[in-house]
């Protein structure tokens, strides 16, 4: 299975910073990878498929990049809806695999 | 608007079987470009992908699972379903059913049920 590393597993930010997360894969994943925000109690919710495409309804403040092994998610100007736990996923081969979480808290 | 909701018990024995019933709303599973999937996470920890089936019935699960995991789907009512047989505490997470779309280039899973508790626990 492919594994999917997340960095870091935890940050703390304030509000308006500008937070980036990593994605590593264990071998090229072309472009088939997710970003997903998960806040507490409730399900996953898609941010960004395809490495850098904006799932619809997505506000524009949240930005992908990478192709191959390596992804980042950009947040712009962090806002207070954004404090959440955000996981990578991996589409590229079956299983599926998602990054083990980066939790962002409020500085 | 596409819906999601499980439905199971959220108590199971060890060595027992898991069954859960995802029935979805505002869309047919036997749409194409869709596989009907079921993700789980243990309590504070990450998320793990289950499997899925098509709606013609192919299935593809998760080698680590494979053994125990069963997924249907029934499209008289709209619903597909997990079993995970011989449970142990190890199994214990919230159990959330998603619609994955795959149609290009949009691969993602664009919706999601609010996930069940289930406990192992005699």
């Known amino acids: 299975a492919i594994q999917m590393t997340q960095s870091p597993s935890s940050l703390s930010a304030s509000v308006g910073d500008r937070v980036t997360i990593t994605c590593r894969a264990s071998?090229?994943?072309?472009?088939?990878l997710g970003w997903y925000q998960q806040k507490p109690g409730k399900a996953p919710k898609v941010l960004i498929y395809?490495?850098?495409s904006l799932q619809s309804g997505v506000p524009s403040r949240f930005s992908g990049s990478g192709s191959g092994t390596d992804f980042t998610l950009t947040i712009s100007s962090l806002q207070p809806e954004d404090f959440a736990t955000y996981y990578c996923?991996?589409?590229?081969?079956?299983?599926?695999?998602f990054g083990q979480g980066t939790k962002v808290e409020i500085k | 608007q596409v819906q999601l909701q499980e439905s199971g018990p959220g108590l199971v024995k060890p060595s027992e079987t898991l069954s859960l019933t995802c029935t979805v709303s505002?869309?047919?599973?036997?749409?194409?470009?869709?596989?009907w999937t079921w993700i789980r996470q243990p309590p504070g920890k990450g998320l793990e992908w289950i499997g899925y089936v098509y709606y013609t019935g192919n299935t593809n699960y998760n080698p680590s699972l494979k053994s125990r995991v069963t997924i249907s789907v029934d499209t008289s009512k709209n619903q597909f379903s997990l079993k995970l047989t011989s449970v142990t505490a190890a199994d214990t997470a919230v159990y959330y059913c998603a619609r994955r779309v795959a149609a290009n280039p949009i691969y993602c899973f664009d919706y999601w049920g609010q996930g069940a508790l289930v406990a192992v626990s005699s």
């Open positions: 395809a490495a850098s």
């Open positions: 071998q090229g994943i072309r472009n088939d």
């Open positions: 505002g869309d047919s599973v036997s749409s194409g470009n869709y596989y």
């Open positions: 996923l991996q589409d590229y081969d079956y299983p599926l695999t």
